[in-house]
């Protein structure tokens, strides 16, 4: 429909691709010269794409083969159908569709004046399109080759009804004020930059954000036996050949090499490291299971083009583990893993309604036995169940070192995030050599699981402030209490304060800029803090503080002391 409305306004127009995607659609446009098309230009195109609407046009399919198609095409000047058409006949992958045999025929479908190249299906008329939106515009080029031309690309959506896509629209708008881009640089929490493209700079405020997961992480960690370690960054290529990397992964790595030409990659994952440092030590089946942590730096070679954010970058930090159990051990272990999981979710406030639990099983292409794979996903299926939990199986979707249980979390727009994911590996130890000696002295093999609760630091940070809208929870808030002196002979009152909230474990800073004190709340608003902390006459001298709570409005005056107190607490508990 797009493309027939832009033909009937760009008369010299090629047309080139135009799939369907998640939420909408595209068309690529190679405009003749000198045609500039903008979001000025949607509502008269959107205009002629009404017409084909309303004239109820019927799509009608008609399979030709090649040589009348490209003829056709040819004598339309429809170079990129040409060109299209030239890669089915020869078997080449085509747009979205990985075509691999060659194809003797090819389908057209029309509508109305208009004739497209197109596999189909189609719906049976044009009035069957209740309601159509134009969204943006971009440059993109012909199949991503960056020496071909560059084309316009149009992105818009449809729906059946008016009402529907007026939904769609609205929950658009809040997706953009939720943008955790635009949040991150209101809330002065990181930044990015051309120096170092791909990675955070992280500020003292978002730092402080940042280390209060890891702290949390640390925190449920130890009393769940969890054992903190620290591995390097850059390891030999030969690690890379054991583990598979340097075989399967090489091109999203960043490798250098030494000054003696010997190869080396900086870490894209944990795990090598762990099996390194685990292989250095002789462990007897008495200290398993053996729990390394790391909050762990890794670098990935993302292309530029698929960089979002905090949720895709080339430099981030995975709240990982590497757990080595003998067979006796998995089902308690993964148990614990999955409880884990739970709670850390809890503390944020995510219900069940917000978190899938999906269990990956076994892919067509996988290493061990069918007996292995039996116990594994049975195990799996158990601990999700021990721990009442509901969840979907995603047939053949598992590893194919071994089955997992991947956790998704559907944040207030209901976009699906990947978080963290619990999963069993028996090729490692094998690849590494992994040994613990057990009760018979002789050497068995231990199995490995890799688990991730939050994923990456950074991710988990980008879904946080966009499902919350940047309303932290009060233990996460870089600061969390403002004081606000009222004038500048409150100023030593306020810092007083401060001190007083400090002892108690409350971050606190005190607004003594010289601006007014609406001002100061308006700002102290935006930043989205929990507690704004009045300070005037009455309360410099009766050590009370002026409360606005940031959900509940205005709380009257509170004694300092008394206030602190409550409001450490809550903290250091992690209340929401
Ligand atoms: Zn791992």
Redesign the pocket.
């Known amino acids: 429909m797009l493309a027939a409305a832009v033909l009937d306004l760009y008369p010299g127009v090629k047309i080139s691709i135009g799939p369907a995607i998640e939420d909408g659609f595209y068309y690529d446009f190679e405009f003749p010269e000198g045609v500039t098309v903008t979001d000025a230009d949607f509502p008269a195109i959107e205009a002629a794409m009404k017409k084909h609407i309303k004239a109820a046009e019927t799509f009608e399919r008609e399979d030709v083969d090649p040589a009348t198609a490209r003829a056709r095409f040819l004598a339309e000047g429809q170079d990129y159908k040409v060109e299209l058409i030239d890669d089915l006949v020869a078997g080449q992958v085509h747009g979205d569709a990985k075509t691999t045999e060659a194809v003797d025929s090819v389908s057209l479908y029309t509508n109305g004046p208009f004739t497209d190249l197109c596999r189909g299906p189609h719906m049976p008329n044009t009035k069957r399109i209740g309601a159509v939106k134009l969204l943006s515009v971009a440059g993109a080029y012909w199949r991503g080759d960056a020496t071909r031309k560059q084309l316009t690309r149009i992105y818009g959506t449809a729906f059946f009804d008016k009402k529907e896509l007026n939904a769609y629209l609205e929950l658009l708008e809040q997706a953009k004020a939720r943008d955790h881009r635009k949040l991150g640089k209101e809330l002065g929490l990181y930044y990015f930059s051309e120096a170092a493209p791909g990675s955070a700079f992280w500020t003292p405020a978002g730092t402080r954000v940042f280390n209060e997961l890891v702290r949390l992480s640390r925190e449920m960690g130890d009393p769940r036996g969890y054992t903190e370690v620290k591995t390097p960054q850059l390891y030999d290529a030969s690690l890379w050949k054991i583990s598979g990397h340097w075989d399967k992964y090489r091109d999203d790595m960043f490798l250098t090499e030494t000054g003696d030409d010997r190869p080396m990659g900086f870490k894209p ?3 090598p490291g762990h099996y390194e440092l685990y292989r250095q030590t002789k462990w007897s089946y008495k200290e398993l299971p053996v729990r390394f942590s790391e909050p762990g730096l890794l670098h990935r070679n993302e292309l530029s083009g698929a960089l979002h954010g905090l949720m895709r970058v080339r430099h981030f930090c995975q709240d ?1 583990a ?1 757990l080595f159990v003998t067979e006796d051990q998995l089902q308690d272990e993964l148990t614990a893993c999955i409880e884990f999981a739970k709670a850390t979710y809890d503390l944020f406030g995510f219900t069940d309604a917000d978190i899938k639990y999906e269990l990956s099983t076994r892919p067509e292409n996988r290493l061990g036995t069918d007996e292995q794979w039996d116990l594994a996903e049975d195990i799996l299926r158990q601990a999700l169940e021990s721990n009442g939990l509901e969840y979907e199986i995603g047939e053949g979707g598992g590893a194919f070192y071994g089955p997992k249980i991947d956790f998704h979390f559907t944040d207030s727009l209901k976009r699906s995030w990947q978080l963290g994911t619990v999963q069993i590996d028996y090729q490692a130890p094998e690849r590494f050599d992994l040994t613990y000696t057990g009760a018979d002295n002789a050497d068995h093999r231990p199995i490995v699981l ?1 688990r991730a609760l939050m994923g990456s630091y950074e991710r988990f940070i980008g879904i946080l402030l966009e499902h919350t809208g940047g309303d932290l929870p009060l233990w996460l808030a870089p600061v969390q209490a403002r004081v606000l002196p009222i004038a500048d002979r409150h100023n030593d009152a306020a810092r007083a304060i401060a001190a007083q909230a400090a002892e108690h474990g409350v971050r606190v800073w005190v607004d003594d800029r010289t601006e007014s004190t609406g001002r100061k709340i308006r700002d102290g608003e935006l930043a989205k803090v929990p507690y704004l902390l009045v300070i005037g006459d009455r309360e410099a001298e009766e050590g009370t503080v002026a409360v606005r709570a940031r959900h509940e409005g205005d709380l009257g005056s509170r004694p300092a002391a008394e206030f602190f107190a409550e409001l450490g607490q809550a903290i250091a508990g992690r209340e929401r």
């Open positions: 994952m944990n795990c990982d590497h890799h």
